[in-house]
Nanobody
Framework: QVQLVESGGGLVQAGGSLRLSCTSS????????MGWYRQAPGKQRELVAS???????AYTGSVKDRFTISRDNAKNTVWLQMNSLKPEDTAAYYCNAKFPWGSEYWGQGTQVTVSS
């Protein structure tokens, strides 16, 4: 069973930075595509950033040039570096893992709150 554990959320002022971490307990981390999603109250969950096992990255337009996703397969860890945070970034952030054989796993979420 794959378990994803997120950390790094918190309360920050607008313009500040946070780094979210997600560590997997599984043995096949190097085969997956990792993503960070976020969901604010009353809004649909959205994909923020993703990174393939080869290191190819993609970002939603609202965070491009502010957020950076990275991974270290040897550490079974993916990070989301968030800079220049805005109040609209406030949401619960979820780590997601997708495997080529169809399995998908979610972390429990970590709250990011950005004050104005």
């Amino acid at each position: 069973q794959v378990q994803l554990v997120e950390s790094g959320g918190g309360l920050v002022q607008a313009g500040g930075s946070l780094r979210l971490s997600c560590t997997s307990s599984g043995s096949s981390f190097r085969f997956n595509t990792m993503g960070w999603y976020r969901q604010a109250p009353g809004k649909q969950r959205e994909l923020v950033a993703s990174i393939t096992r080869e290191g190819s990255t993609a970002y939603t337009g609202s965070v491009k040039d502010r957020f950076t996703i990275s991974r270290d397969n040897a550490k079974n860890t993916v990070w989301l570096q968030m800079n220049s945070l805005k109040p609209e970034d406030t949401a619960a952030y979820y780590c997601n893992a997708k495997f080529p054989w169809g399995s998908e796993y979610w972390g429990q979420g970590t709250q990011v709150t950005v004050s104005s």
